[in-house]
């Protein structure tokens, strides 16, 4: 049996981890695609299993949650209906927190946009942390019962919710591929007593962008999407432990 050597390796790893897709990596490193995959599904479960026993017990003390969408097999409105209802067919939601201080990324899943899945995102931060923290996310209904039944009482939490407007541009095609405005927030503290100056989304967002920018399956208005979730969730995890 063939096998890569160490040099090889490095080099499809290099692709991936700069944004490429699985077939762009094949074209520029000559490896067979079921090999550029099956190295992705290998590096990215000891990624996972790097992340889980290592971060623990982590000094952070303001966190940042979010949410960022991506589909697999196809966009939901294309889901044929054999699969329609079944997880990794349509839209997928990967929920990422983010130290505000280290910039670490303590903890991610990749799941639907639902109370249980906020549920489990949020047992799995807590039992992270060291100590009680500051937590700040966007305005989504579940995170409300899914801090409260993780956390409790124990933590300082407060939600914003930013407002848009439409689009800048001078024509409509420009408006329309345009992000829209920010025009102003909407903050509320749900519990605790959180600093004002440390309540934002801001890193975390930032986060998503930088996911956006280094994983070619998170790209918008593209076919670089991913065909199945597991190889998303590989890619995820390649993406927040390798540098």
């Known amino acids: 049996m063939n096998r890569l050597s160490t040099e090889k390796r490095a080099q ?18 000559g490896a067979a ?15 996972a299993e790097y992340q889980n026993e290592v971060l623990r017990d982590l000094p952070c003390r303001t966190i ?11 966009k939901q409105k294309n889901v044929p209906q054999e699969h329609r209802g ?15 201080d280290t910039k670490l990324v303590p903890s991610w899943l990749v799941g639907e946009r639902t109370v249980d899945d906020a549920w489990t995102f949020m047992d799995d931060l807590k039992r992270r942390l060291a100590h009680r ?11 409300l019962q899914a801090v409260d039944f993780t956390f ?9 919710h930013k407002i848009y407007g439409p689009a800048e541009g001078h024509t409509q095609q420009e408006r329309k591929y345009s992000p829209n405005v920010c025009t102003g927030i909407d903050v509320k503290v749900i519990s605790g007593d959180p600093d004002e100056r440390e ?22 208005l593209t076919n670089g999407f991913s065909k199945k979730v597991e190889n998303l969730a590989h890619a995820v995890s390649l993406h927040e432990v390798v540098p």
């Open 133 to 143: 923290v500051q937590l700040t996310t966007d305005g989504h209904r579940s995170y």
């Open 64 to 74: 940042q949650c979010d949410e960022i969408w991506s589909f697999c097999y196809s």
């Open 199 to 220: 309540i934002s989304t801001s890193y975390v967002e930032r986060q998503n962008l930088t996911m956006r920018m280094g994983m070619r399956r998170f790209t918008r």
């Open 12 to 29: 499809i790893i290099g692709c991936l981890i700069e944004g490429n897709s699985i077939r762009a990596t094949v074209r520029m490193t």
């Open 33 to 47: 695609k079921n090999t550029v995959t099956k190295l992705l599904v290998d590096l990215g479960a000891a990624c």
């Open 86 to 100: 079944t997880f990794g067919y349509g839209d997928i939601w990967t929920w990422t927190a983010i130290c505000a």
């Open 152 to 160: 409790g009482a124990d933590i300082d939490f407060a939600m914003l």
